[in-house]
């Protein structure tokens, strides 16, 4: 995830630099945790390819609070309550007190079509430190890319309960080829609502993620995206907003962001370079873990092909810090061992390869991103040789 704010904040002088780890340090991870798989929602591209339906072998609630009080040995930190959709679990509160009776920052993802006036007091009671609602267009976009109508109107009444009620509320955006002209009206509607945190996440092809990569947003959708968060995001410095920009599943944006700032701020160019190759981009298997619903541990939330051992069975810090597989150390690798136009970029120590989901799916998990966009000139590709015509 980039920080964008924070990092033009300190640029700014009005906040420290992001905190980091050596990349590829190990440490304990930022965790996002599936609660349960169920969800009123369907998705286009939902990397956990939920569905309104009850399934099998989950956690239950006295295995979940063990889960927690493992974690809380290792040594995390923030966790992240996810799903399907979390509110449809009748225990999601007792877990969450438990949470933060540990200390725990805790999040709450949801899709906020379940949020309303018969639970906000309950949501409010909770004291998440913010709660993440998903919005991914506009009303008929966003009703179509959920595949229910009425969805929108449902998540932004969410919103508005929970600004009313004091919650911190982050708005979350996939970006695709559907919804990336929309980018601006998105941006105005986080200042109508109050929100003060927008997450902008690049498609990751996984579980219905990965059949709709056609959606992918072009190259130039995603810089020109980039650019008008980057455009927000210091505007909102300036004027001593409070707002938290941050985008995720592309950490070549890292690149577009440090170009911005050599354009508009060449003065603090160097010292964002410095953050920026002290942060090392792409952090799956190190710095991001995910437990789904039934107990796997994977590298992150868009690794369920990969199961690194299960917490019903073996402590989290022993799969993630005693006993890590093989691929969590290539994963924690810096920089990591990848081909194509990855391993050639100038940028890889700060990028780190970016996510490997994509290449994944394209069918080379340590080959190039498909996803990047950045051009050969910027990553320090040779120019094509040219080949010479004889006419004899």
Known sequence: MLRISQYLKALAGQAPAPRTSPPGSLRPPVVIWNLLRRCNLTCKHCYATSADSVFRDELDTSAALTVIDDLHDAGVKVLILSGGEPLLRDDLFVLSAHARAKGFFVALSTNGTLIGSHNIAQIHAANFDYVGISIDGLEATHDAFRQLKGSFASSMQAIRLCREHGIRVGLRTTLTQENHAQLPQLLGLMHEYDVQKFYLSHLNYSGRG????????????????????????????????????????????????????????????????????????NASGSGIANIDNTGEVHPDTYWWQHSVGNVRRTPF???????????????????????GRCGECRWLSLCNGNTRTRAWAEGNLWGQDPGCHLSDDEIGLPPLATIACVTQ
């Open 317 to 339: 810090r022993t799969l993630w810090l005693e006993q890590p597989d093989a691929l969590l150390q290539q994963l924690r690798a810096h920089p990591r061992a990848v081909g």
């Open 210 to 281: 990965k059949r709709s990569r056609k959606l992918d947003a072009r190259q130039q959708m995603s810089r020109d995206a980039m650019r008008l968060i980057f455009e927000r995001a210091w505007d909102d410095v300036v004027q001593g907003r409070d707002s938290d920009f941050v985008s995720g599943n592309n950490d070549a944006d890292a690149v577009l962001l440090l170009q911005w700032v050599n354009e508009h701020l060449p003065e603090h160019a160097a010292q964002l370079e410095h953050m920026l190759r002290a942060w090392g981009g």
